[in-house]
């Protein structure tokens, strides 16, 4: 497997399987795609961004989805195809959610959402409790309720777990002494 930079973000699809296996896709700090095999652990190269990208979400149609450092998201499947404005300079990483994607933004601490049936943001929230000098690099949605994890490390790079809950703005940090397998 190639090696990867701190920043290689893996993209999960794991619909229903019948005969295909589960796989995943890789963006890493040049730009460069890949498509992993996730029961070989094989990957394959796909076109790679042609703009410096820290996130990558895949829709249910297996859509991928990158934003760009002017807040502009792109469908990335193939060639970049502009999908609209967010605003949002800072983005540490996007998900998947239902009707759209989720991100953040480390510049203004915002959680936001852009619903791709609209073409638009429908939400921005100030999001608190994220630690002083601390970087959100990755974002899950977990649809059973709605949930939003947020990821970050601080210059050390210590890592650190937050939970958003639905209709609030606060990022509660998650105890990891109870860790469910």
Known sequence: MNARFAFAFVVGCFGSFATAAPFAYTLNTNMNKFRVNMANNAET???????????????????????????????????????????????????????????????????????????????????????????????AYRPSDGSIFLSAHNPAMTDFLYQVMPFTNVAAPVDHSARRC
């Open 45 to 139: 190269p796909v076109p790679p961004n042609t703009f410096q990208s820290r996130s990558l979400a895949i829709d249910p149609a297996n859509q991928l989805i990158s934003i760009d450092s002017n807040g502009v998201l792109f469908n990335v499947t193939g060639p970049a195809i502009p999908m609209g404005a967010t605003g949002m300079l800072g983005c540490g990483d996007l998900d998947w959610g239902v009707g759209g994607v989720w991100g953040y933004d480390n510049l203004a601490d915002q959680l936001f959402f852009f619903d791709t049936t609209l073409s638009t943001l429908t939400s921005v929230t100030a999001i608190s409790g994220v630690g002083a000098g601390q970087t959100v690099d990755g974002v």
